[in-house]
C-alpha cells in the first residue's frame, strides 16, 4: 500500500519528517495538507486507525487554531464537527500526516516513526 505524507512546504517538522523518510528508504505520496487536505471521511479512517483522541489532530500551535478559539471550542464540538473543520482547513492539522491506511502518524517525532516507517 502506498505511504500518503500529507506536509505543508513551509513546515519545518514536515521537513524534518520529509527528510527522515529519504534517510530510511520509505517512499511517499507526498499531498500538499494547505491545498488537498484529507476528506471528512479520510479523516475519520486515519483517526479511528491512529487510536488518539481526535483533539490530537489539531494544530494547537497555529495560528488559525488561534484566531478561531478552538481551545475553548472544540469541548463541546461533536466528532463529526470536529471532522469537518478539519477537512475544510489544511492549516488545522497537526503535520505531517503520514499514513498507509492501517498505520498512521500525527507529527513528527523520531522514535514514533522508527516504529511505525522504520521496518520497511
Not at 488518539?52 to 481551545?71: V, W
Amino acid at each position: 500500500m502506498t505511504i500518503k505524507a500529507y506536509l505543508y512546504d513551509k513546515c519545518g517538522t514536515c521537513r524534518k519528517a520529509k527528510q527522515w523518510l529519504n534517510q530510511h528508504g520509505v517512499a511517499v505520496e507526498e499531498i500538499p495538507i494547505v491545498e488537498a487536505p484529507p476528506s471528512k471521511e479520510e479523516l475519520r479512517r486515519m483517526w479511528q486507525a491512529s487510536g488518539l483522541d481526535l483533539r490530537k489532530f489539531f494544530n494547537t500551535s497555529g495560528q488559525h487554531y488561534r484566531e478561531l478559539g478552538l481551545k475553548d471550542k472544540l469541548p463541546a464540538m461533536s466528532e463529526d464537527e470536529m471532522l469537518e473543520l478539519l477537512s475544510s482547513n489544511g492549516k488545522l492539522i497537526k503535520r505531517p500526516l503520514v499514513t498507509d491506511g492501517r498505520t498512521v502518524t500525527v507529527g513528527f517525532k523520531e522514535d514514533e516513526y522508527e516504529k511505525a516507517w522504520g521496518a520497511r
